[in-house]
């Protein structure tokens, strides 16, 4: 029996430890000599006049060889993993290539820099190996992983993890990710698997639930409060929807931006009230689209925004700042649409708002988000599940913004629906609920 049939089958610890690592295994990845593929063409065939940066053509899944392990990382035999929009990042080679990170890593890793790129930032498995300065994981631990790859004896870590000097979102900015039948990650990575989901429901969540969380409650975050107004820009997609789950939780208000009324309807489904559809408004770039923008959202909860959650960009960015209210805050992790915003400075410093920037999300915080996962208070997203072969396609789905929450992979789990262990709190919570985004 092999190491990844054990694992499927539900081995003991002991006999996971016997089973010899094997020197291959499959994976999504890139390929080096391909850096270039896609000079000169468009982002995402948008515009309908000629080949685009199709991530189907540049992801590849195959054979990669196996890593040795460091003192303080685990080998995880991946049960299933997600699609993250760094991957469609990484896949376009946009805005640099990957490779450019590995090399930088294999000055002091050189495991990393390899021709290869074995992708992916989440991921629900089974340890089987640990290294011999790990204390709290063994062979045979359900897990899953959170995305932060740093130097646990970096002293800022004990401040903030996220300001550690050498922060590094594993499966991005380095080798051996979660897309593939194993996966290396530092210890300080781990968590356990919530009991009640299912391999690839459990595999959805952190990175974005994670973000999510750190934006809206973590100490260097926004911050909200009970009653606030909190807009979300796109509050079906991957961040989004666990925005709208912890602005309800903790008492807020979401207003939710969508841009289709199936979207609009699966909000309301969620218990988010308050709905924008932003394929309403011509121009959100200019002053005129963001009066109506504000004008709407005074229509609809009667006041303006403390919070906007942002990770949008260009497009929306000059939106943020006019609508928050006096004081209030843009909280921002990404630039889907363009990172170089514009937006007028008048507004925000008249009315005394801030913008905070936002990054992943610390191990402690990464603990309180999988706490409320395990609780039942925030349900995964997940939308489709592909196997790994067609990881090519999931990610593809992603990149045209056709899905909706989280798509998820299967990766060493045979089938859907295995590894579920708690059935009374899934019965308690209710699949409707579970599997709500489900299409
Ligand atoms: P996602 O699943 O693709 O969701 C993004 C949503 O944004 C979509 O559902 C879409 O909703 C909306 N959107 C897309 N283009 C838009 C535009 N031009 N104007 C307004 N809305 C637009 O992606 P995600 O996982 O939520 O990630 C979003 C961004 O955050 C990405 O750029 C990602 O790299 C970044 N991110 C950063 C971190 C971090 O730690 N720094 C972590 C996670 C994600 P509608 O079409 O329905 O409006």
Redesign the pocket.
């Known amino acids: 029996m092999t190491l990844a049939e054990a694992v499927v089958a539900g081995a003991a610890p002991a006999e996971l430890a016997s089973l010899e690592v094997p020197t291959r295994y499959r994976a999504v990845h890139l390929r080096k000599d391909e850096v270039g593929m896609f000079d000169g063409q468009d982002n995402d065939g948008q515009d309908n006049d000629g080949p685009d940066k199709d991530v189907r053509r540049s992801l590849h899944v195959g054979e990669v060889p196996m890593p040795e392990l460091a003192p303080d990382e685990v080998l995880v035999a991946v049960m299933a993993s997600a699609i993250?929009?760094?991957t469609?990042?990484s896949a376009m080679f946009e805005p640099i290539p990957t490779f450019a990170f590995l090399e930088r890593f294999g000055r002091t890793d050189p495991r990393h820099d390899l021709p290869t790129h074995v992708l992916g930032s989440d991921a629900a498995g089974v340890v089987v190996r640990a290294g011999q300065a790990v204390r709290h994981w063994r062979p045979g631990d359900r897990v899953v992983t959170s995305?932060a790859y740093l130097d646990s004896q970096d002293p800022m870590v004990q401040h903030d993890g996220m300001l550690a000097a050498d922060l590094r979102?594993w499966g991005f900015e380095t080798n051996f990710g979660g897309l593939a039948e194993f996966a290396v990650v530092k210890a300080t990575q781990l968590l356990p698997k919530p009991r009640h989901l299912s391999w690839e429901e459990a595999a959805c969540n952190m990175?974005?639930a994670s973000?999510?969380y750190?934006m809206l409650v973590g100490e260097r975050g926004a911050r909200m409060k009970q009653g606030d107004v909190v807009l979300l820009?796109?509050?079906?997609?991957?961040?989004?929807?666990y925005g709208v789950q912890l602005v309800r939780n903790g008492g807020g208000i979401p207003v939710g931006?969508?841009?289709?009324p199936e979207?609009a309807a699966l909000l309301r489904e969620m218990g988010c009230e308050h709905v924008v559809d932003?394929?309403r408004f011509d121009d959100?770039t200019d002053e005129k689209g963001w009066r109506g923008l504000g004008a709407e959202v005074r229509r609809l909860v009667g006041e303006d925004s403390a919070i906007v959650f942002e990770?949008?960009?260009?497009?929306?960015f000059g939106a943020s700042v006019y609508v928050a209210k006096k004081g209030g805050k843009v909280v921002t992790?990404?630039?889907?649409?363009g990172y170089d915003h514009t937006y007028d400075n008048r507004h925000l410093w008249m009315r005394l708002k801030q913008i905070i920037g936002?990054?992943?999300?610390n191990y402690q915080e990464c603990h309180e988000t999988n706490r409320l996962i395990s609780l039942g208070m925030i349900h995964p997203t997940l939308s489709r599940v592909y196997p790994l072969e067609k990881a090519g396609d999931a990610a593809r789905s992603?990149q045209l913004?056709q899905?909706?929450?989280?798509?998820g992979v299967l990766a060493l789990a045979p089938e859907q629906d295995l590894g579920i262990e708690d059935g009374r709190l899934r019965e308690r919570i209710g699949e409707e609920r579970l599997r709500l985004f489900r299409v």
Do not use: I, Q, Y
């Open positions: 993250n929009f760094n469609v990042w995305p979102a990175l974005c973000t999510a750190r820009w796109g509050a079906t997609g991957g961040l989004g929807a931006v969508v841009s289709s979207k932003r394929s959100l990770h949008t960009g260009k497009d929306t992790c990404g630039s889907s649409s936002s990054h992943g999300a992603v913004n899905h909706v929450g989280k798509v």
